[in-house]
Every structure is written in C-alpha cells, then in structure tokens.
C-alpha cells in the first residue's frame, strides 16, 4: 500500500464517520414520553414527535433502550371496530416532514423493563436510522392517562374491542 492509497484509504474511511455524524443530526426528536403501565405489564408504550428538517428522507430501522430486553416499532391499527398492534418493520420520515408516535398510532413498544418504571423515571432509547446512524433520546416517564388505548397493558392481547 504505497502512500498516495493510504491517503485515499484515510480519507474515505473519515467521509464515512462524517456522513454517519451529519445523518444522526438530521433527526429531531420532541416530546418523547413513556407511558407508566400497570406493575403486572410487560410492556411499555413509548411516543414522539420526529422531524426531518434535511432534504432526503430517512428510515429508521428499528430501536433498543439498555432498560428494556427489546424493543420494537407498533402501528396500532382499528379493523373491524377492533385494535390490534401492527409490528411496522421499518418508519420512514419525509423530508422536511414529521412523523408522531402517540396513542391510538404510532409507538415504539418497549418490551421487558429490567427495572420498573415510574412516572418521572427517564428512559434511553436508542433509535437507529438508515445508514447506521444513531440518535439518543430521553423519555420521561408520564402517568397513564384515561380514553387512550391500553398500548401499556397486557401484550398478549394483540385485539381489543372497542365497545368497551
Ligand atoms: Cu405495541
């Protein structure tokens, strides 16, 4: 490897790490919470406002908190009069557009606290975005809040009806 390809070598490798720093930056993230659940849950809903201020849009892949055993991307969808959580595989955010997370929609599902949670406790989710990018966020802890659908209650119960 003579010098001359060492420089071009360093260099790429440089523009890779820039690139990924930029793209983590392009995402803003707002109002992020989690929703307290019942003590006999096993999981936690979490919500958020994303925007996308740059000129490309981006994909988030997928997420993961050091407080939780998995996490995954909801949709909660009304069928038939009947909710059911929908796992979305991946969430796209337009350029120069916003996605939010809330009840009745979008959420990220937050699966098997190691500790459990109160309202005020703070959350660190990882979110990670196409190309590798990564972006840390802080959710805090909010009390549940009654009329919205119990995202926060018991998982095994993927369908709920409305009427009740
Ligand atoms: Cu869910």
């Not at 909710?83 to 009745?104: C, D, F, H, I, Y």
Request: hydrophobic share 40%; aromatic share 2%; charged share 20%.
């Amino acid at each position: 490897m003579n010098t001359h390809t060492r420089f071009a070598l360093a260099a790429s490798l440089l523009g890779g790490l820039l690139t990924t720093a930029v793209h983590a930056e392009d995402l803003k993230v707002s109002n992020a919470w989690v929703r307290e659940a019942p003590p006999t849950s096993a999981v936690n809903a979490a919500y958020m406002h994303i925007a996308n201020p740059g000129a490309t849009d981006r994909t988030l892949t997928g997420a993961s908190s050091p407080q939780f055993e998995t996490v995954e991307i909801h949709r909660t969808e009304i069928v038939d009069g009947m909710a059911r959580m929908l796992p979305q595989k991946q969430l796209v955010v337009p350029a120069g557009g916003s996605v939010t997370l809330e009840p009745n929609g979008l959420h990220l599902m937050l699966i098997q606290a190691k500790q459990p949670l109160h309202a005020g406790d703070h959350v660190e989710i990882d979110l990670h975005a196409d190309g590798g990018a990564a972006l840390k966020i802080d959710a805090e802890v909010r009390p549940d809040r009654e009329g919205d659908m119990p995202e926060g209650m018991d998982h095994s119960q993927h369908m709920q009806h409305m009427q009740h």
